[in-house]
């Protein structure tokens, strides 16, 4: 049996090749051999036999190396499928227009013979998180107190990742500053899950995860606060990383809890994943607290996988988090959880349960952090500032009328509520019983994470308790919402870096909703997670985690 | 130190130039007084705000406590002693700047108080009751660099040219510590005796004010870097002298917010951001001052340590060192502290020393009358401009006497509520100091003024002179430097705090200014002391070294070859002092005045000086006096 799971791909070849139009949970039945003698299609698709996805990074390099695609074809490709898709998701904010422009400055640099100094990221189309900041577009962080702002410059993260060749597509849409978990507090639009367009694509990175999914760009940033990257991920099928806190520099990133921020990376493999944290990792001597942790190559260590082992993750101790299986737990998030932890156990992992005590006070501890915080991260938007031309800012005779009147029209609901509960918490009085105390709770969670990863390589978890929620579904119940955070929150509270893959689906819509594994590592141990991420989803049998909206798609799959 | 930091951040300067914001346009091409009331157009970065009701808020009370005064009834309670009127400007001591006498030069001499008023308040103060007096004083440190960002900051730039996405406090920005701040904090706090914190960290003060563009100063709450120290000062003769030593509770670091322009109709208000971010250090005192002097020295102590560090111009006009003064009054005895007040606005140490002076009074006023419970916890405003008043010295006085009352009036109320909500600032590290990091600042740190006055004291020199020469660094390093060179400690004291000094004031220049150097005036002072110039030759030669700079010997030489060529013969400068060409002179005279040789042996010795002086005259007031003296009284008394 486990012979057939190792079927021989090896990221070295990449086969470029044709999807079948098979519906996604259907592996595909066609053999390797006959599928990579094809000649070389219009567009790079990246996607393995079997279901399994290969890099579109690679793929990209290697065509526009090979000269088989232009830059420009690729990006018109993706920006056509963008004009399709985008009237049903509501992915973007705003979509750039010099994105051909990008694209045609690389095809030059390639038939001037520059091809070897192409960066590693040349002619990826790049999905931007609209609170993150962008010098040539719009950067409202999904809120209407910030409309048409533009700053005057690219967050750090950006500007390493144009370094590297890549083009930033367009900013995604989000939940107001990133607080929620559904994309619907967007002070813009509400963002359709591309698995089914009734559902949400999760939150608060929503927008980055069903541009991704939907293959209107190849990665996106997200950013993750309580679980923001990773939540989105495993409700639209695709992978996301939360890097370690200080791992990539916030600046730039509208700040939600600064002790709390990350900025983290969706793509359609974990290799994608990996190569692009590498592009955008790294001291940042304009964020004091971004780590000077040496960047490992990730790259490499892809290469240097061998797929054909039988046992490749033997010896390898993973830890079950026993609360993230409680009750509240849908049984088809449980069952593929249990499905994942055997195809696990089957690349030779050793599974324990392992109990996290101070779990459950992960979230409202969380709460409170991230609420504190905001109170004061936001205290900024007061309609007097600079931001206050390009956004909301009343006339009033009067200064504490004009504060009320900007900060009343420009923020949401669920913004309002979290500033005053941020606010409360903080208040004389209140401080030592709120704000104190959490903190307390996170020192114990930092502890306990630290045990668990003594002993254990790896923990494991559901990326959420639930799959995509129904639009409107918790609107009106943020308690519900809140809730749903639990898998990740504590992830937050202790700086660690995870990964969610899709690992399998449960009953829902046309063909399925994804269910995403959550993988956590010791702090900078990004290598290690990337390295069992992509080993799990290369070998991951029966499942093809592209949505029907793209599957349908003649531009993605032609027959 | 762990921390590492970095000070310069050019990149980002590039990026908002290049970046051909327009709103950057903007702030450098459109005149303040072109800008309009929500004008969204260019309202940007200037931001425009409705004041008028805000400032009648915030100035209610003044213009309520007005009338107050002007009314009889405050004339009525003036003879109870609570108007209080200035009229120390004359006792200013001469610790203060340069500026500030000019102030106080401007205030007139009209100013005038019946003596016996002031002289029954203070004794009333004296017997029955006792200020307790507090001073924070915010220091804005002369890094080249902004606290958490790399904006240069300089007084008097054009508004908001010195500003960043960081000190802007725009979307994403985030602060990055300036490791002078560090440094800076560090001297100062052992200048001033403090314990260190090996670890502190930063925190968040939040309240919302159009000059704080992030909606909180980035600030040290419960862990600042440096707790209880003391300073020490010698009071001025004027004020009867003595040594105090005051505690210091706490300094911590914090960033400046920007400035709010009103306009002139008071219909908006305009935003400079160039000083938000500024690094400023927070001194706390202990409460052990109990008078408007001593307040005033320890705040003018303080300026010279700053000063003497180099980690500020402690310049007050500019704002570069600001107090804010805290006063309660007790009957004496009383173990608790009376209600505390808080004094704002006070730009030179004469304020703080007349402020205070005020409230005290104002104060024991209110517990004498039994209505201390009128006496809340608020913060007032020392109302410097004064007003003008005129009345009556009694019903049937013909003589108007002008006053100029100065007063403190209620700035904001309850005090007591505001809550800053601070909580740990979450985007900067801890600030970690080593014992060796701490041990090589201290190394470095120079003489401090309170170890130089004691040096100079036991120098000899008077408590006067001791004061003077201290005070400022520059003046203290030349008058080291010049008796370094082996110059008279007393003449060289005598020459700068003389001459040099009103030289300085003349020509309203400071002491590094000037091209006479230290060991010209050692020379000098050398050369008259051996006798070979005159005292008022000296002191030519002294004006022409201020002004031209050069050298004595060079300027001796000099002027011999000018006079040679007008008069052919003698040096005019260079005293004579070859014993053989006075004893000639001698001899000659002697000869010439054979009359008044025989009165001298005679008896009539005072004749002595009349030879004296035929010598000296043929000598054209060359021959050395002591010299001259010598051979005439040997000449004279010569058997013959």
């Excluded at chain 1, 949970?25 to 790079?44: F, M």
């Excluded at chain 1, 095809?107 to 609209?130: N, Q, R, S, T």
């Excluded at chain 1, 900078?524 to 070998?539: A, P, R, S, V």
């Amino acid at each position: 049996m486990l012979s057939t799971l190792h079927s021989p791909r090896s990221l070295s070849r990449f086969p470029l090749h044709l999807t079948s139009s098979v519906k996604p949970r259907a592996a595909s039945a066609s053999s390797a051999s006959s599928l990579s003698d094809y000649p070389p299609p219009p567009l790079p698709v990246a996607q393995s036999p079997g279901g399994a996805p290969a890099s579109q990074i690679l793929t990209i390099r290697r065509s526009l190396l090979s000269g088989s695609v232009t830059a420009t074809q690729l990006a018109e490709s993706y920006l056509s499928r963008l004009r399709l898709t985008e009237p049903q998701l509501n992915s973007f904010i705003h979509v750039s227009d010099s994105v051909l422009k990008s694209a045609q400055e690389i095809d030059d640099k390639i038939a001037k013979g520059g091809g070897e100094a192409l960066g590693p990221l040349a002619g990826v189309m790049v999905g931007v998180k609209d609170n993150i900041c962008t010098a040539d577009m719009p950067s409202t962080g999904g809120s209407r107190i910030l409309e048409n702002y533009r700053p005057p410059f690219d967050a750090t993260a950006v500007k390493r990742l144009k370094e590297k060749g890549g083009i930033v597509v367009g900013k995604t849409n989000l939940d107001e500053f990133g607080m929620g978990s559904t994309t619907e507090g967007s002070g813009f639009q509400v963002t359709a899950n591309p698995w089914d367009l009734g559902r949400v694509p999760g939150g608060s990175s929503g927008g980055s995860a069903s541009a991704v999914s939907a293959r209107q760009c190849v990665v996106s940033l997200g950013s993750d606060t309580g679980g923001s990257v990773r939540q989105p991920a495993s409700f639209c099928g695709v992978v996301g990383l939360k890097p370690t806190y200080g791992r990539v520099s916030r600046f730039g990133l509208m700040a939600y809890a600064s002790s709390l921020d990350v900025i983290g990376c969706l793509g359609t493999s974990v290799a994608d994943v990996g190569i692009f944290l590498n592009a955008i990792s790294g001291h940042d001597k304009f964020d004091a607290t971004s780590s000077k942790q040496e960047v490992p190559d990730f790259e490499s260590l892809f290469a240097s996988i061998n797929l054909l082992e039988s046992k490749p993750l033997s010896g390898l101790k993973v830890g079950l988090i026993r609360e993230t299986l409680d009750d509240g737990v849908d049984s088809g998030v449980k069952s593929a959880i249990n499905a994942a932890v055997l195809h696990m156990q089957e690349l030779g992992c050793i599974v324990n349960e392992v109990s996290l005590p101070s779990f459950s006070l992960g979230l409202p501890a969380y709460y409170i952090l991230a609420s504190s915080e905001s109170s004061s991260n936001l205290s900024r938007y007061d309609g007097v500032s600079l931001m206050s031309r390009y956004g909301k800012q009343t006339v009033s005779d009067e200064l504490n009328a004009l504060y009320a009147g900007s900060r009343a029209s420009g923020f949401g609901p669920e913004v309002k509520m979290r500033i005053l509960m941020g606010t409360y918490a903080l208040s004389a009085g209140y401080y030592d019983a709120y704000y104190k105390r959490a903190q307390q709770v996170r020192t114990l969670i930092r502890e306990s994470f630290k045990t668990a990863l003594d002993t254990n390589d790896i923990l494991i978890s559901p990326a959420a308790p639930s799959v995509a929620y129904k639009m409107g579904e918790k609107k009106n119940d943020p308690l519900s919402m809140y809730a749903g955070d639990i898998m990740t929150v504590n992830v937050n509270l202790a700086g660690l870096p995870a990964l969610v893959v899709p690992c399998g689906f449960v009953e829902g819509g046309s063909s399925g909703l994804p269910v995403g594994l959550q993988m956590i590592g010791a702090a900078f141990h990004e290598e290690k997670l990337l390295k069992i991420g992509h080993l799990f989803e290369q070998t991951l049998q029966g499942c093809r985690f592209v949505p029907p909206l793209v599957a349908d798609d003649p531009t993605w799959s032609r027959t | 130190m762990r921390r590492t930091v970095t000070a310069v951040v050019p990149a980002l300067l590039g990026y908002f130039i290049l970046s051909g914001l327009n709103c950057c346009r903007h702030l450098c091409l459109v005149p303040i007084a072109s800008l309009k009331l929500f004008n969204s157009a260019t309202g940007v970065w200037w931001r425009v705000i409705d004041f008028v009701n805000m400032a009648s808020t915030l100035f209610r009370n003044v213009i309520q406590a007005q009338p107050l005064f002007l009314n009889s009834s405050a004339l009525l309670r003036r003879k109870n002693g609570v108007l209080y009127c200035t009229m120390k400007s004359t006792s200013h001591s001469h610790t203060q700047t340069a500026t500030e006498e000019k102030q106080q030069q401007k205030s007139p001499q009209k100013i005038k108080v019946p003596p016996q008023k002031q002289m029954k308040e203070v004794s009333k103060i004296g017997a029955d009751y006792e200020a307790v007096i507090g001073i924070e004083t915010h220091v804005q440190l002369s890094t080249l660099t902004k606290a958490f960002c790399s904006c240069p900051y300089s007084y008097g730039a054009q508004p908001n040219t010195c500003i960043c996405p960081v000190c802007m406090g725009l979307p994403g920005a985030l602060p990055v510590l300036n490791s002078k701040v560090i440094e800076c904090a560090v001297k100062l706090a052992l200048a001033l005796n403090c314990r260190l914190s090996f670890s502190s960290k930063f925190d968040r003060k939040q309240y919302f004010y159009p000059d704080l563009p992030k909606g909180y100063q980035i600030s040290q709450f419960d862990i600042p870097i440096a707790t209880g120290g003391s300073i020490d000062l010698d009071l001025p003769l004027e004020f009867g002298g003595g040594h105090r030593r005051f505690g210091i509770t706490r300094i911590h670091m914090e960033e400046d917010a920007g400035k709010l322009m009103h306009s002139g109709n008071g219909s908006y208000s305009q935003v400079d951001l160039n000083r938000a971010g500024v690094p400023l250090l927070e001194i706390v005192s202990e409460p052990d001052m109990r008078t408007g002097i001593e307040a005033s020295e320890y705040a003018a102590e303080l300026q010279r340590v700053v000063r003497y560090l180099g980690v500020s111009n402690g310049n007050m006009q500019e704002g570069s060192l600001r107090c804010d003064v805290n006063v309660s009054v007790r009957p004496i005895g009383q173990a608790e502290f009376g209600t505390k007040v808080e004094i704002k606005n006070l730009n030179s140490f004469s304020a703080i020393n007349r402020a205070i002076d005020f409230e005290i009074s104002r104060q024991v006023n209110l517990h004498s009358q039994g209505q201390q419970d009128s006496i809340v916890q608020e913060t007032r405003l020392w109302e410097e401009e004064g007003k003008w008043m005129v009345f009556f010295e009694n019903t049937t006085a013909t003589d108007p006497i002008p006053f100029l009352v100065q007063k403190t009036v209620t700035m904001r109320k309850k005090e007591g509520l505001a809550d800053y909500r601070y909580f740990p600032e979450p985007d900067l590290p801890e600030v970690v100091l080593t014992k060796a990091y701490m041990d090589s600042v201290g190394k470095s740190l120079p003489e401090l003024p309170e170890a130089k006055r004691r040096r100079y004291e036991e120098m000899g020199l008077s408590m006067q002179d001791v004061l003077f020469l201290a005070n400022d660094i520059a003046v203290a390093d030349f008058f080291d430097a010049t008796i370094q060179k082996g110059a008279d400690v007393k003449l060289a004291a005598n020459w700068i705090m003389g001459d040099i000094a009103a030289y300085l004031k003349n020509e309203k220049l400071s002491i590094i200014d000037i091209k006479l150097v230290p060991h010209e005036l050692a020379e000098l002072i050398a050369s008259i002391k051996s006798g070979t110039i005159s005292g008022k030759i000296g002191k030519e030669i002294l004006f022409e070294l201020l002004a031209k700079g050069g050298t004595v010997k060079g300027l001796i030489e000099e002027k011999d070859l000018v006079q040679a060529s007008y008069c052919f013969s003698r040096s005019f400068l260079h005293r004579i002092t070859d014993l053989g060409d006075i004893e000639k002179m001698v001899d000659k005279v002697i000869a010439e005045n054979p009359k008044q040789l025989e009165q001298y042996r005679s008896g009539k010795t005072k004749l002595q000086g009349y030879f004296a002086g035929q010598v000296m005259k043929a000598s054209k007031g060359k021959a050395n006096p002591g010299i001259l003296n010598k051979v005439l009284v040997e000449k004279l008394n010569a058997k013959v």
